[in-house]
């Protein structure tokens, strides 16, 4: 019986068990959830003024176990703001009961998406979440100070396949972003001490990229510890989403960055440390915002050991390295860069906000400790920067390629020496080198310094505005050491060297040269800016060149090539109080110191004309050498001269002497021999009016000045002197020349004339050709009371020596007219009465057909020289040897462009003549392009001078004749035919 009753009582116990499990299940597989289905959305709504959807929500009460599924809510608009797939949150009962607290096995979110939206009026989707009723405010309970944080694990955390999408519609523009996949595990969170999780995090950026994260952490106390990962973001899509508002717009381009770190909690806040980190830009293209003008093209830049400490503010970084940038600059044509331009405005903007917003709040706090910035190496490789200045009439481009940088030890503090190393090409053939140490804080460098080849072509526009001179070739040269401080005054000095190669420039109203040389070269520069010495040890002047035109009005060539400059506007007057102190200031001010210790030319080269006379006067000054010693602004220095050279090739010319700069003292001495007097016969009629037939002259002239009185010693020997034909000129003197020439000679038909002129540099009415012409005048008068005897004779041979034949167009002599003046020269030698005359003569219709070749051939040299430029070879046309193929293919490109109508080619290639195809081309291709080649009298003029000089050398060198017996007459240019073909003439006359 008792058996029965207990086996009742465990029936009921278990029946009471199983409908307890029963009802427990039954409420927590279906009631529950049910009820929650039902309440849930309406408790959100409450919260956020939205209805949300949710499908399902299961519970199993047995393992604790609730999923949430297919949950979505929307935003006021009713576009789809939040949701997600599945939610499932895996509860640890009896781990908790254990901890006294929360034990979450696992929380997993799968597939949750979030639409953030910024509409068109700058407002927010989310901000549509708005309780349904305001929250009363409710009095909150006293802390328990004594309460420890809440008891919370959670083993496992997961966010799976999330989306997030971002839209903005407030720039008038739809923008779009997403990052998908969204993962995240994070691994053991608890709120207990010492207890540490760790965790990661995967994002993919939909236009390109990935970010990842991946570390350990806690929350009791708050630490972190980790790695940050960003590949191949976006900057273009960066820039659309939140920078435009820049004025520049980013237009492609590539981010990478990869970072440790770590998160500590104390005292004074989180504390944050950044280590090892890299960043890496690539491809990187900026452009102008308005104009979508190229600004920076960086294909790439890597910053390496990057070290951040938030707390202490420093920022550490290892290295930079760029390479093949491209950037692209301008200076506009009011005078700012275009940086400065684009980012100048936004920061006056900038800064008028913060003042006006400033006006009325109370005074900011003092600046904190400033940020420290430390940066080992930055190293730029291979950029390029392409700048344009339009400040000019016309724009000037620079060109800065292989440029390479690298400055080390750089520190926000702008203490210490930073070494700099830098290069680059400009304009493709030039290159300047900085290499040496500068600093910031105050600015001060020591470079050493190394320009090479930097052409001055480039540079012409800013020369347009003062001079009519066109820069046709120059490069510039210089290197040495050079010293910058910004100090008061301003420290300035450089030793080195310097040179200019090659330099040739043309007046642009003649297109002549006008200046030129081989090299100019600058030894042993030494400049100290601040104490005003400037120093040359030497200066070497190489094959220089200049030409200098006296017009008819007595101005000048460098009177035209001058540019008049606009008057600047009339300023108010200064007081006297005011204007006395500048002076005084000047008046305590050193001058400025110069000296250069040695002047050097060699082998230059002059022509000189004066239109101003009643005959025009041109002469040519050529292998001029010499030397300036002494050249000094010193007190009572004086500088020493001894220069020599040639007029034609026959008149030498010597300068001795010395000159004191201060007080204006000098002795000199100028010596002329052997000047062909005819040469100068505009000079005769100018004076005289008389041209000169013949003669030579040699002059010394000893010039003294002493404070400011004027000693000339003239010394004149005048050999052979023969009047020519009477030139009109109402100015000129009145005398018997021909009887006082006659006078004047020996019995060998020399003159010798030993004057001295003295006179004041002060007197207003001094002139020092007034006086040689009085003397002259008074000379003449005096010797023509004087008895005359002239002696002539001629010696002649069977033989016809008047004329020497040449060939059309040239100024060699030919075989037997070498041998003609052979026997001539012989002659001579045994008559030494007699004198030679030469007059070259060039015939327009028989020599210039055959020239007509040469000044062909000079314009394909020029071509062939232009296109050996652009191949970075500088030869000038004159040094070029045409090839055959150069030749006929530069004479079919030149028939090309003068006869663009009646050229073509054929389909191999050939060059033809369309209106005669079957003719050989190149040689009916060079009489059609010889014959627009007009007559050029000063070619003519100069095969004349040429083949007289060819006679002449030959009888003087070769023949063993005297130089002072042989006499060059003008040339003559004749435009008749020859009947007895083409000569020159000679005559022999005898000394009288």
Known sequence: MPITINRKKTLIAIAAVSAGVATYALAGFYLLPKIALSKLPQIVKEQTGQTPQLQEIRLNPFSWVLELREFSLSAGDGQFLAGFEALRIDLALWESVKLGGAVVDSIELSKPQFNIARRADGSFNFADLQPEQPEVEQTPAAADNDAGPVKLLIHRAVIADGRIAWLDASTGQTLTETLLPVNLTLQDISTQAEQAGNGKLALGVESGGNIEWSGDFSLQPLASKGHLQLDAIGLDKIWQLFLQELPIRISAGRAGLQIDYDLTAAESGVAVMLHNGALALQQLAVVEKTSGKPLIDLPELAVDGIGVDINGQTVNIAAVASRNAAIQAWLQADGTVNYQALFGEDAAASSAGSAQTGAGAPAAAEPGKPWTVRLGELALHDYQIHFTDFSQTKPVE???????????????????????????????????????????????????????????????????????????????????????????????????????????????????????????????????????????????????YFRFNIKKDGSTNVDDILVQQKPESAKPAKSAKTAAKPAAATAGTDQPSLSIGKIEMRNGKSDFADYSLILPFVAEMNGLNGEVNGFSSAKDAAATMALKGKVYDMALVGIKGKYQFQSGDSDIA?????????????YMAEFAGYRIEKGQMALDLHYKIKSGQLEVQNKLFIDQLTLGEQVENPHAVSLPLHLAIALLKDADGKINLDFPITGSLEDPQFSIGALVRDVLVNLVKKVALSPFKAIASLLSDDKDFSTVQFTPGSAELAKEEADKLGELSKALLSKPDLTLEIKGIAYQNLDWPAMRFSALQDVLKKMKSGELRDQGQKIRHEYIQLSDDDYKRLLAKFFAEVFPQDFERSLLGKPRIKSNPDA????????????????????????????????AQYVTEPGGISRDRVYILATELSQDEAADGISSMLTLNAAP
């Not at 690298?406 to 400009?426: A, E, H, I, V």
């Not at 804080?441 to 003062?466: E, G, T």
């Open 670 to 682: 100028l010596n002329f021999t052997h000047m062909p007097l005819p040469l100068i016969t505009p």
């Open 920 to 951: 050989d081309f190149y040689t009916l291709a060079r009489e059609r392009l010889e014959g627009i080649f007009q007559p050029d009298p000063l070619k003519l003029n100069d095969l004349a001078v040429a083949r007289a000089n060819h006679i």
């Open 398 to 544: 620079f060109k800065l390629s292989e440029l390479n940088c690298k400055l080390q030890n750089f520190g926000s503090d702008l203490l210490g020496k930073l070494p700099l190393q830098f290069s680059t090409r400009l304009n493709q053939t030039g290159s300047l080198a900085l290499n040496g140490d500068m600093a910031l804080q105050p600015f001060a460098a020591d470079w050493d310094v190394q320009i090479k080849n930097l052409q001055l072509k480039p540079f012409q526009p800013y020369l347009d505005s003062y001079l009519k001179l066109e820069v046709v070739d120059g490069d510039f040269n210089a290197k040495g050491k050079l010293h910058l401080a910004v100090a008061e005054p301003f420290q300035l000095t450089f030793n080195g060297d310097a040179d200019i190669d090659n330099l040739l420039t043309r007046d642009q109203l003649k297109n002549k040269d006008f200046l030129k040389w081989s090299n100019l070269a600058l030894d042993g520069i030494a400049i100290d800016l601040a104490a005003q010495d400037y120093k040359l040890a030497k200066v070497l002047l190489e094959r220089p």
